[in-house]
């Protein structure tokens, strides 16, 4: 007991070293060099990862426990990390606007998305979507991804691919407007620029209740799509705007980034369920003023 107390207290006991996984072959890390660029590779035996500090041997790190330094060809420091989840989407190779992971959490929150459940998306673009839905549906759930484009397919497949989660996703090349091939998935998510288009096509392949979300940039098109969810009789509709504020962590200092991202797009949810089965909360009672 007083141990362990002491040990609370003190340096972690770094000698267990069986308390820190080995990295193994086909595990995805990220490499953060001295002057902290980003490099995520998938481990392989014989492979080296290029960077513009010099090149680090896949050999080198297999085997290893993570968080250790690292020296690369030119004799540069770099640190070897487990990557998170908003890492890997980030760093994705893009060839298109991507969802973010602050978007990315509310779909997954928003539409139930939890291991095991089916779940379509559209377009792929560069698959920082398809990661985050892959990752919580993992591992018996499954996600179909659509995209028009055979260029912007195979590398959302290859990001996909590298994340280490190219087992739960399907990817199929095609336009939306001719449908879907599944029927009762859990939930679908439009990230294209017209999404209002394809409600029919969507409501034929959700689930009843399924969730429905789609993400656009500008007001226009979230009228434009709340009209169409109206026509098309989907249900619990709402939009919302997230916004992130990160802080720089000096203790002695502690104050907002001087450069705040602004805008990213607007998320709209709905049910697949006629709105006159969705009952509308009653309004709510204005509070009266304080001395009016
Ligand atoms: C903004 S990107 C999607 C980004 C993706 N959510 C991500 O996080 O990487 C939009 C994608 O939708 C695709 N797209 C647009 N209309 C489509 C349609 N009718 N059918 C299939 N894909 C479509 C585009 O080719 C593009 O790759």
Redesign the pocket.
């Known amino acids: 007991m007083a141990r362990d107390l002491d040990r609370g207290r003190g340096k972690a006991d770094r000698t267990d070293a069986m308390t820190d996984a080995l990295s193994q072959p086909n595990d995805t890390v990220l490499i953060i060099t001295e002057d902290g660029k980003k490099f995520y590779t998938r481990l392989a035996p014989g492979y080296r990862q290029h960077t513009h500090q010099g090149i680090i041997d896949h050999d080198q790190l297999i085997g290893q426990p993570l968080g250790r330094k690292i020296v690369s060809s030119t004799g540069h420091a770099c640190v070897v990390v487990e990557p998170s989840l908003a890492e890997l989407m980030k760093e ?1 190779k893009r060839k ?4 973010y992971a602050k978007e990315a959490g509310r779909i997954i929150f928003k539409m139930n998305i939890y291991p095991g459940r089916r779940v379509i ?10 990661i985050a839905l892959a990752r919580f549906v993992s591992p018996h759930g499954r996600v179909y991804s ?4 055979d260029d ?1 397919l195979r590398n ?1 497949q290859a990001n996909v691919a590298k994340a280490g989660l190219g087992e739960i996703v399907e990817f199929k090349l ?4 001719e449908g879907f091939d599944e029927i009762g998935v859990d939930a679908l998510f439009l ?4 999404p209002w288009l ?1 409600l029919v096509q969507a409501k034929n392949a959700l689930k009843t209740s399924g969730f429905f979300g789609a993400i656009v940039p500008t007001t226009n098109q979230v009228s434009k799509l709340l009209q169409a969810l109206h026509t098309y009789e989907f249900g619990g509709v709402e939009v919302e705007e997230n916004f992130l504020r990160t802080y720089k962590p000096v203790p002695g200092r502690l104050r907002p980034e001087d450069i705040m991202i602004g805008h990213t797009g607007y998320l709209v949810f709905a049910r697949n369920i006629t709105p006159e089965n969705f009952p509308e909360p009653p309004p709510r009672k204005r509070r009266q003023r304080l001395g009016s």
Request: hydrophobic share 40%; glycine share 10%.
């Open positions: 994705v298109t606007q991507i969802v998306e559209a377009g792929s673009g560069s698959g920082a979507l398809t659509y995209e028009a484009r912007l959302a095609r336009d939306i407007a990230d294209v620029r017209e394809y």
